[in-house]
C-alpha cells in the first residue's frame, strides 16, 4: 500500500505512481492531507510506504512534511527521493472570464506573478487535483484551478494554458516514507543520501562550525543544510542536514554526538530516477 495526498491527479499521486512502479506495490491510496499520510503509516502494520513532498525548487522546503518527520520521528523514516519536473497549467472553462482562481497554497505560490498579472483572487486548498474537482463542481466560467494536465483530464475539465508557473524550472522533491525498520532492497549502484536533524548544545560562537567541521573532516558532502525553529523560543533553530552517505557513517553519527544536544537520524536512502 502506498500513501499519498490525493484525490487522484494531485502530483502527490502521480509521484506515488512513479514509486509504485520502482517498489512493484500496486495499491495507491489518497488521503486528505499529508498528515494523514504520516497516521495511516503510524497506524500500519505491513510494509507500507509513503509519499510526501518535502521540497520545491521555486517555493523551497514543504515546511509542513519538515515538521512532521520530526514529530513522527519514533515510527517514521525515509526510504527514498525522487525529483518530479512540474508543469502547472490554468484549468478551467475559459480564460477570459475567470475572477477566482483554486489550487493548493505551494502551487499558488509557485504561479504568484502569473496570477498578480491576471488580477484574480486566490482560494487555498488541499490539493491541486481538490481544486479541480471543486471547480468542476462549481460548474461556472469564473472559476479556474491551478494544476496538473492529468487533473484536467480526469476531471473532464479544459487546460487552457500550459507552463505557467513563474519560472520555467519547476522541480519538486518527493520522499517515500514508511515505517522505521522497513527492509527496502537497495540496488547497488546510485546515489545514497541520509538526512539528519541537530540540536546544537549552545548558542555560542562556533557551535553549527564545529559540527560543519566535523562532515569536513570525514569528507562528506552536504547537499542540503536548512534552519528551522526549534519552536521553543524566538531565534532558537534546529538543523535539517542532507548528504552523501559515506561508508563509515556511524563513525560520522558518532562524532557528531559529542557536539550536538540531540541528532536524529532519519534514513539512509536511495535517490531514485524517472527510468
Ligand atoms: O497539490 C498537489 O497536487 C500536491 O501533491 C502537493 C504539492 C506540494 O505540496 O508541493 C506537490 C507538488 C507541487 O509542488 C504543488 C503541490
Not at 549502484?189 to 562556533?206: A, H
Request: hydrophobic share 35%; charged share 25%; glycine share 6%.
Amino acid at each position: 500500500m502506498i500513501y499519498c495526498l490525493g484525490p487522484k491527479g494531485s502530483y502527490s499521486e502521480i509521484a506515488a505512481k512513479l514509486f509504485s512502479k520502482i517498489l512493484g506495490e500496486n495499491t495507491i491510496v489518497c488521503c486528505n492531507s499529508i498528515y494523514d499520510v504520516f497516521q495511516q503509516l503510524e497506524n500500519s502494520k505491513n510494509n507500507s510506504y509513503g509519499v510526501v513532498p518535502s521540497e520545491n525548487s521555486i517555493e523551497g522546503s514543504v515546511s509542513l512534511t519538515q515538521d512532521l518527520l520530526l514529530e513522527f520521528y519514533d515510527k517514521i523514516r525515509i526510504y527514498g527521493e525522487l525529483d518530479i519536473n512540474i508543469n502547472h497549467c490554468l484549468v478551467g472553462y475559459n480564460k477570459e472570464k475567470i475572477k477566482k482562481i483554486y489550487s493548493h497554497p505551494q502551487a499558488l505560490a509557485q504561479c504568484r506573478n502569473y496570477i498578480k498579472k491576471h488580477e484574480w483572487v486566490t482560494v487555498p486548498v488541499s490539493s491541486t487535483a481538490e481544486a479541480v474537482k471543486l471547480v468542476k463542481s462549481i460548474g461556472r466560467e469564473e472559476v479556474g484551478a491551478i494544476a496538473s494536465k492529468e487533473a484536467a483530464k480526469l476531471y473532464n475539465l479544459k487546460v487552457l494554458e500550459e507552463g505557467i508557473q513563474d519560472y520555467r524550472n519547476n522541480t519538486t522533491r518527493f520522499i517515500l516514507i514508511g515505517r522505521k525498520g522497513l527492509k527496502l532492497e537497495l540496488k547497488e549502484d546510485g546515489i545514497k543520501k541520509s538526512t539528519v536533524i541537530v540540536k546544537l548544545i549552545e548558542d555560542r560562537p562556533g557551535a553549527l562550525y564545529e559540527i560543519l567541521k566535523i562532515f569536513n573532516d570525514f569528507n562528506v558532502n552536504l547537499t542540503r543544510i536548512e534552519s528551522r525553529p526549534s519552536k521553543e523560543e524566538l531565534g532558537n533553530y534546529i538543523f535539517y542536514i542532507d548528504y552523501i552517505t559515506p561508508e563509515n557513517e556511524e563513525d560520522l553519527i558518532e562524532a557528531l554526538k559529542g557536539h550536538v544536544a540531540y541528532i536524529k537520524h532519519l534514513g539512509s536512502y536511495r535517490v531514485f530516477s524517472r527510468n
